[in-house]
């Protein structure tokens, strides 16, 4: 789903704005809630996700499996 999100804003086209100038993109950050998460550790966890897909090149969506250890 945020793939898809992200195509569409990326290909996203406004009729009055001069699109070789202006581009739209989007960055995810994508995680399931985990046995003992609380919505302060699943937060955090997506925007350490976010700030990975901005550092690895923006215009991407990073997820994380349930079982996957972040830094």
Do not use: H
């Not at 090149?57 to 994380?64: L, T």
């Amino acid at each position: 789903m945020a793939e898809r999100l992200r195509g569409k804003i990326k290909n996203l086209r406004l009729p009055k704005l001069d699109t070789s100038r202006y581009a739209f993109t989007a960055s995810f950050g994508v995680s399931c809630v985990v046995a003992g998460d609380d919505l302060e550790s699943l937060l955090a966890r997506v925007d350490r996700l976010l700030y990975k897909a901005k550092n690895n090149g923006r215009d991407r969506v990073e997820w994380a499996s349930p079982n996957q250890t972040l830094t």
